[in-house]
């Protein structure tokens, strides 16, 4: 299996990105998608993630209202649509794969099997 996040760059304060993750390899369908942000010096934090069993939605409290995640599993594709983007926004961004699907399992980086590269995003003031 692998994850290719790609979308990344460079976007002053309230602009916007959207981030692509492909995945190659296993049954797409069958898996919650999502993304984990890591800022230097940070840990690793959970962002968003979308279930696949009943399509639910999990957002953390710092980008909820202004972050979409979404998929295309036509495609093996999720993505992560982030607007109003702030400067501690600002981290590498990693695509990531789970079988579970429930919000208790899916907020936990232990609870993914894959992570994809990671993408830059860096967000100026």
């Known amino acids: 299996v692998q994850l290719q996040a790609s979308g990344g760059g460079l976007v002053q304060a309230g602009g916007s990105l959207r981030l692509s993750c492909v995945a190659s390899?296993?049954?797409?369908?069958?898996?919650?998608m999502g993304w984990f942000r890591q800022a230097p010096g940070k840990e690793r934090e959970f962002v968003a993630v979308?279930?696949?069993?009943?399509?639910?939605?999990y957002y953390s409290d710092s980008v909820k209202g202004r972050f979409t995640i979404s998929r295309d599993n036509a495609r093996n594709t999720v993505f992560l649509q982030m607007n109003s983007l702030k400067p501690e926004d600002t981290a590498v961004y990693y695509c990531?794969?789970?079988?579970?699907?429930?919000?208790?399992?899916?907020?936990?980086?232990?609870?993914?099997?894959?992570w994809g590269q990671g993408t830059q995003v860096t967000v100026s003031s």
């Open positions: 390899g296993g049954n797409f369908r069958v898996y919650s």
């Open positions: 990531v794969r789970s079988g579970y699907y429930s919000y208790s399992d899916l907020s936990s980086a232990a609870k993914y099997d894959y």
């Open positions: 979308k279930s696949y069993r009943d399509r639910s939605e």
